[in-house]
């Protein structure tokens, strides 16, 4: 795989990953391995530790319980490259993504899903206790003394108060990008009767992702989106939204979708490549269908809600 893949592989690690270690000592380890937060309108980076703890800490921090984390998602924003020689995917199926999304730069639910659904859902991926064992963000806000709320950010939740007791619930903290692929074959599975297009939905997958290079995307067409640009393929939402992928030597593997979305344009599920959580936009039987589903950690949100 490219370097660039190395590369963002060992910073997601080193950035999401809490270790026990003072927070002042992570957030400066995480501010040197990543790019940094860039600030809405292209402003300047934080690069000191006490401006990514602050961050870490959360603005919006309740100052009489200590216990209400930010609720601003963070993002780490690439360049996405230019593909001169790629077909695009047609205007008659992208034109309506790109005129409904709100600026990149908002932050806003609403600039990962396009924002002219009723209702919207936040679906967290999950936290792991071991390989293939997930372990809610409800579970880890209770040992850690803090409060759950819909735009709840892992770095918050996971960081013990001085209310914490017991083991630490979890060994390795939710997966970026996209959801678990159990989850999110139970998700596509719940969102099908909510299209009357089930059989031709399309699949988008991240450009940046190391393991597109050697997936099974022949044909694919380019999306290219405020910074962010997806390969995209037609597919149907009950036979799997997953490509394989071989590396030299044998390896395989399965790529996920970070966007997804039927034909008829009844729903959009969408994660970001950054980002520990998946959006979901729908009619409000959809979401509701969504949230009460016990298999999944849910909660509503609103297209201006804060995402990135």
Same mark, same amino acid.
């Given at each position: 795989?490219?370097?660039?893949?190395?590369?963002?592989?060992?910073?997601?690690?080193?950035?999401?990953?809490?270790?026990?270690?003072?927070?002042?000592?992570?957030?400066?380890?995480?501010?040197?391995?990543?790019?940094?937060?860039?600030?809405?309108?292209?402003?300047?980076?934080?690069?000191?530790?006490?401006?990514?703890?602050?961050?870490?800490?959360?603005?919006?921090?309740?100052?009489?319980?200590?216990?209400?984390?930010?609720?601003?998602?963070?993002?780490?924003?690439?360049?996405?490259?230019?593909?001169?020689?790629?077909?695009?995917?047609?205007?008659?199926?992208?034109?309506?993504?790109? +005129?409904?999304?709100?600026?990149?730069?908002? $932050?806003? &639910? /609403? *600039? =990962?899903? !396009?924002?002219?659904?009723?209702?919207?859902? #936040?679906?967290?991926?999950?936290?792991?206790?071991?390989?293939?064992?997930?372990?809610?963000?409800?579970?880890?806000?209770?040992?850690?003394?803090?409060?759950?709320?819909?735009?709840?950010?892992?770095?918050?939740?996971?960081?013990?108060?001085?209310?914490?007791?017991?083991?630490?619930?979890?060994?390795?903290?939710?997966?970026?990008?996209?959801?678990?692929?159990?989850?999110?074959?139970?998700?596509?599975?719940?969102?099908?009767?909510?299209?009357?297009?089930?059989?031709?939905?399309?699949?988008?997958?991240?450009?940046?992702?190391?393991?597109?290079?050697?997936?099974?995307?022949?044909?694919?067409?380019?999306?290219?989106?405020?910074?962010?640009?997806?390969?995209?393929?037609?597919?149907?939402?009950?036979?799997?939204? +997953?490509?394989?992928?071989?590396?030299?030597? $044998?390896? &395989? /593997? *399965? =790529?996920? !979708?970070?966007?997804?979305?039927?034909?008829? #344009?009844?729903?959009?599920?969408?994660?970001?490549?950054?980002?520990?959580?998946?959006?979901?936009?729908?009619?409000?039987?959809?979401?509701?269908?969504?949230?009460?589903?016990?298999?999944?950690?849910?909660?509503?949100?609103?297209?201006?809600?804060?995402?990135?």
């Amino acid at each position: 795989m490219g370097l660039d893949w190395l590369l963002w592989s060992g910073r997601e690690e080193s950035s999401r990953h809490y270790t026990g270690e003072d927070p002042e000592r992570v957030s400066d380890s995480w501010t040197a391995a990543s790019d940094g937060l860039t600030k809405s309108g292209g402003g300047s980076s934080p690069r000191n530790a006490s401006g990514v703890i602050e961050l870490l800490r959360g603005a919006s921090l309740d100052e009489q319980h200590g216990r209400w984390d930010n609720s601003q998602m963070k993002i780490h924003r690439h360049r996405r490259a230019t593909h001169a020689n790629r077909p695009a995917l047609g205007a008659e199926n992208s034109a309506w993504i790109k +005129d409904g999304r709100l600026f990149f730069s908002s $932050g806003a &639910v /609403g *600039s =990962l899903v !396009p924002a002219v659904f009723e209702a919207y859902a #936040r679906v967290l991926h999950p936290a792991w206790v071991a390989q293939d064992v997930p372990v809610r963000w409800d579970i880890v806000s209770r040992w850690s003394g803090r409060v759950m709320h819909p735009l709840a950010q892992w770095e918050n939740i996971s960081l013990p108060t001085d209310t914490a007791h017991g083991p630490v619930p979890f060994v390795q903290p939710p997966r970026l990008g996209a959801l678990p692929k159990q989850q999110l074959v139970m998700l596509c599975e719940l969102l099908a009767p909510y299209t009357k297009t089930a059989d031709l939905c399309y699949a988008g997958y991240w450009d940046g992702d190391g393991s597109v290079q050697f997936a099974d995307l022949d044909g694919a067409l380019e999306l290219a989106l405020e910074e962010r640009t997806f390969l995209v393929r037609s597919c149907s939402i009950r036979t799997g939204v +997953d490509v394989a992928w071989r590396l030299p030597g $044998g390896i &395989v /593997g *399965s =790529l996920l !979708p970070t966007l997804i979305w039927p034909s008829d #344009r009844a729903w959009f599920v969408a994660t970001d490549p950054d980002q520990d959580s998946t959006l979901v936009g729908g009619s409000a039987a959809l979401v509701a269908a969504v949230l009460d589903d016990p298999s999944m950690e849910t909660w509503p949100v609103a297209a201006n809600d804060l995402a990135l």
